[in-house]
């Protein structure tokens, strides 16, 4: 798992976290800013991909979803 915080971060953000295949296996929304409470992955991640809070709704983005790009969810 992997483990974060907003401490230092001034906007909301939404953020998904990827497995190595590029699977978003959990999302947490709208993390609040300054903030020291821990957010946690939940499951094994080797990705974190943050956005500007209420874009995982505005986009429709779930669990189960599929990133790819040149590194995430390409053949390792």
């Given at each position: 798992?992997?483990?974060m915080w907003m401490r230092n971060?001034?906007?909301p953000l939404d953020m998904l976290f990827i497995d190595d295949t590029g699977a978003v296996v959990h999302?947490?929304?709208n993390a609040v800013p300054f903030s020291e409470a821990i957010i946690d992955s939940v499951h094994p991640v080797r990705y974190v991909l943050e956005l500007l809070a209420g874009s995982a709704d505005r986009l429709d983005l779930a669990?189960?979803?599929k990133v790819k790009s040149g590194h995430i969810g390409?053949?390792?």
């Open positions: 798992d992997v483990t971060t001034v906007l999302i947490k929304k669990e189960g979803n390409s053949a390792q």
